[in-house]
């Protein structure tokens, strides 16, 4: 985040100069994340990763919903052609504005998976895709095995 931090800086203050420390900084950004990703592969038997798994698969079974609600959402909110909220709000605002609509989104794909057994966008692209066969129950999530 450093990094991004000072090349944003870099680039706004300074747009012609040479990169400096901030590459490095954002090089080891990159190398984190994927140190993140092996870590996840590593435990993903281990009790604890496997609960977070199971809370986070059903916002995993609707991505298009949860995208499509999310890009809506935000524009609605903070872009000018909303309600413009971005112009007042600070960094830390709107990335625990962020956290919170995403909490938002678990919850609710935990009621919809639970209810309907995809989001509503999943059905019609599923409906879309295979015709009258699309229409049967989806399959229950199991986390994939080692």
Do not use: K
């Not at 300074?14 to 990159?30: Q, R």
């Not at 190398?31 to 986070?56: E, G, K, N, P, Q």
């Not at 962020?98 to 938002?104: K, M, N």
């Not at 678990?106 to 692209?125: D, M, N, T, Y």
């Amino acid at each position: 985040m450093l990094g991004a931090c000072l090349n944003l800086a870099r680039v706004r203050d300074a747009p012609d100069a040479l990169p400096g420390f901030e590459v490095p900084l954002l090089d080891a950004s990159a190398l984190l994340s994927f140190t993140y990703i092996a870590a996840a592969v590593r435990w993903r038997d281990h009790a604890a990763m496997r609960r977070a798994l199971r809370w986070l698969a059903p916002a995993g079974r609707m991505p298009l919903t949860n995208y499509i609600v999310q890009s809506i959402a935000m524009g609605a909110l903070l872009s000018g052609w909303g309600l413009r909220l971005a112009a007042q709000a600070t960094r830390l605002d709107l990335a625990l504005g962020a956290c919170a609509f995403y909490l938002v989104q678990l919850l609710v794909s935990r009621l919809v998976i639970a209810r309907f057994g995809r989001g509503p966008l999943e059905a019609l692209w599923r409906r879309a895709t295979y015709g009258a066969a699309g229409r049967g129950q989806p399959t229950s999530f199991r986390p994939a095995g080692p």
